[in-house]
């Protein structure tokens, strides 16, 4: 057996028991905490002025990644995460929700997880782990493709992307459904006083509790829809954060950019993001700051909120001795999310929204529909560009924390060194001592792009991806390639001018600067690379079917 950790390794040498007896360690647990469009910026070890004590206190007990990479938006990153691969190769390279005809049928665009792949749960449940999962699953609903299919032992999983987080099940939008599975069986209605971020948290308690008398480890899969939209929380918690907004998303923005210079996470020279089509704080009525303010206070509840019931889970952890053992990593899935309700499908004529309460004093409670919006999403990306849905910094950079089995070498450490998605389950095989297989189920699978972050965890490494390994991106026709501190970045009108860019990131991370024209060659060469990603990860060019798909969401009916 591979010694990755020896202080979990003991001999019995004492007590009259035989010198070569060896106790066989505990392999470790593994607790994956996922935020559903958590902003960059939001939370306090990032340089976020909402109260997060139970991440404070967690981002001193292991590693904080400032250069972590995810996908644009929710399916694509949780594909990527739970296989090592690329969404394309995953089967994710579009959302279900907004496939068309041109690529449906394509192998790298079902919207579902396919079995060219296989998931971190199905490996260690054959290992011998339990795998429970609560929260969001978004990554097929059909027969074969939930989460009872791809290795979940136990699972309480809302299939879509998303909707209300009380008990009413109302969706995103009119053609969406909020289908909630048992254990794969279909639940009709859920308890009176259903909260999704406390319910979720509920259940995998009861999972791990249930079960802990057998002494096997378990992978975790906490994948919480907060704080997606619509934004909703408890009242008490929405109440504390009355007029901690009222100044505007101008001044926050500028705000977390400070916070994140004083931590180091950027450079003192970095100047704040300003977006277009995004109106000044000043230029609002009165009516419009307060609406907006609200919506921010609903945002900073859900975040809290959830903080806590992250604190409830650790908490039961450590009160059965299941804490220290624990591999827990602490991530996002993507940017803020700055895109409005009007834009998802179904929604444009405004019918469906119109039916809800958002009147001041119910905005954030039942029956009602609010999002943060592009001018909170982009102070909460901070202070990165744009936001959830496009492959700029602010959509695809992600807060990113790790804590190992037992005492981390630096606790509170930073590590600017880039780090993937993929990367995620490498490491999880390696730590429980898992290989990935060549074939599964008499399938053959596509191996992981993803390279394990042990060596950087432990301490013997910086970095575990050289200058020379570059990575590509694909969604909504937004692409994107980073190779060391370059990077190239094609967005659509109005977002861009619809051709290739080139960005140094270390100086600009807002991607203000356009370097093309200093060095085309070098942007040429980054181009072919992205190229040859394409065609080794399944991606299809579907050039302007999205150009514009998007293009009225920067501020929209509100």
């Known amino acids: ?37 958590l902003g960059f910026s939001d939370i306090g070890p990032f340089g976020g002025n909402i109260n997060t004590p139970v991440l404070d206190q967690f981002s001193k007990e292991g590693m904080l990644f400032s250069n972590f990479y995810v996908l644009p938006t929710c399916s694509p990153t949780r594909s990527a995460l739970l296989t ?51 929260g969001k699953w978004h990554l097929g609903d059909d027969e074969g493709q939930i989460p009872s299919d791809r290795g979940f032992e136990e699972s309480f999983a809302l299939l879509q992307g998303g909707g209300s987080h009380y008990a009413d099940q109302k969706p995103l939008s009119p053609p969406q459904v909020m289908d909630y599975r048992v254990n794969g069986k279909k639940i009709a209605t859920l308890p009176a006083d259903f909260y999704s971020t406390k319910n979720y948290t509920d259940t995998l308690i009861h999972y791990i509790d249930k079960n802990k008398g057998d002494q096997k480890p378990f992978f975790i899969y906490a994948s919480y829809t907060a704080p997606h939209d619509p934004l909703q929380a408890p009242k008490e918690y929405i109440d504390k954060y009355k007029g901690k907004f009222d100044s505007g998303w101008d001044s926050l923005r500028v705000l977390r950019l400070n916070n994140l210079k004083a931590l180091g996470i950027i450079s003192a020279d970095v100047n704040s993001f300003a977006p277009s089509g995004i109106p000044q704080w000043s230029t609002l009525s009165p009516e419009q700051k307060a609406e907006f303010a609200k919506d921010m206070e609903v945002y900073a509840a859900m975040v809290e909120y959830l903080d806590m019931s992250i604190g409830r889970l650790l908490d039961y952890l450590k009160q059965q001795g299941l804490y220290d053992n624990t591999m827990i990593v602490f991530m996002s899935d993507n940017g803020a999310n700055g895109v409005m309700a009007t834009t998802y499908p179904g929604n444009a004529d405004g019918k469906y929204l119109g039916a809800f309460n958002n009147e001041l004093d119910n905005r954030g409670l039942p029956n009602s529909f609010v999002e943060m919006g592009p001018g909170w999403a982009q102070a909460s990306s901070s202070p990165f ?8 910094e602010g959509g695809i950079r992600a807060p990113l924390m790790i804590k190992l089995p037992n005492a981390a070498p630096s606790p509170g450490q930073w590590n600017k060194s880039f780090v993937h998605v993929t990367d995620l389950m490498p490491t999880v095989l390696q730590l429980a001592e898992v290989s990935y297989p060549a074939q599964f189920k008499e399938k053959a699978v596509r191996q992981p792009i993803g390279k394990s972050l042990l060596p950087v965890l432990t301490g013997t490494a910086q970095e575990v991806h050289a200058d020379g390994a570059g990575m590509g991106w694909e969604l909504f026709e937004r692409k994107a390639y980073i190779k060391g501190k370059w990077k190239v970045l094609r967005l659509p009108a109005p977002f861009s001018t619809g051709e290739w860019q080139l960005f140094d990131l270390e100086k600009d991370p807002g991607e203000a600067n356009d370097l093309s024209q200093q060095f085309p060659a070098l942007r040429d060469s980054l181009v072919n690379e992205w190229l040859k990603y394409a065609k080794a990860n399944d991606v299809f060019d579907h050039r302007g079917h999205y150009d514009s798909l998007l293009s009225r969401s920067l501020m929209g009916d509100h």
């Open 385 to 392: 560009r744009l936001f959830k849905s496009f492959a700029s």
């Open 84 to 134: 090592g691969n690329d969404n394309h190769v995953a089967g994710v390279g579009i959302m279900s929700e907004v496939s068309y005809p041109a690529v449906a049928n394509l192998p790298g665009y079902s919207g579902h997880l396919n079995n060219q792949v296989v998931t971190i749960p199905e490996l260690l449940r054959e290992s011998g782990y339990h795998t429970y999962m609560a």
């Open 1 to 37: 057996m591979k010694k990755l950790f020896p202080f979990i390794l003991a001999a019995l040498a004492a007590c009259g028991q035989k010198q070569n007896e060896e106790i066989l360690p505990q392999r470790p647990n593994i607790l994956f905490i996922v935020a559903d469009d």
